[in-house]
Nanobody
């Protein structure tokens, strides 16, 4: 069973930056595609960004394009989410997910989630 651990969240002022990390516990990511999702109270968990197993294909939600960057270092078995120009509406719990890549950049999530890391952006 893949176990994921997110870290790097915290409190930051609007316009600031944070770098989130995701690493497995017990097993490696292997050839999994990876994704970042976020959730706020009263709303469903939403897609933020995905990256293929090789790192060659990346996708972003419209709300974060140009501000967030997803990357991975397979040698370190770690996935990152660099978040710049943060806005109060980015406040959420951020979750890492392991999944599979499909045709035309499709992402198929597996039921592998971490505990999440809280990101709070103040005005």
């Amino acid at each position: 069973q893949v176990q994921l651990v997110e870290s790097g969240g915290g409190l930051v002022q609007a316009g600031g930056s944070l770098r989130l990390s995701c690493a497995p516990s017990g097993r490696t990511f292997g050839n999994y595609a990876m994704g970042w999702f976020r959730q706020v109270p009263g709303k469903q968990r939403e897609f933020v960004a995905t990256i293929s197993w090789s790192g060659g294909t990346k996708q972003y939600a419209d709300a974060v394009k140009g501000r967030f960057t997803i990357s991975r270092d397979n040698a370190k078995n770690t996935v990152y989410l660099q978040m710049n120009s943060l806005k109060p509406e980015d406040t959420a719990v951020y979750y890492c997910n392991a999944g599979d890549s499909g045709p035309s950049g499709a992402y198929y999530p597996r039921d592998y989630w971490g505990q999440g890391t809280q990101v709070t952006v103040s005005s």
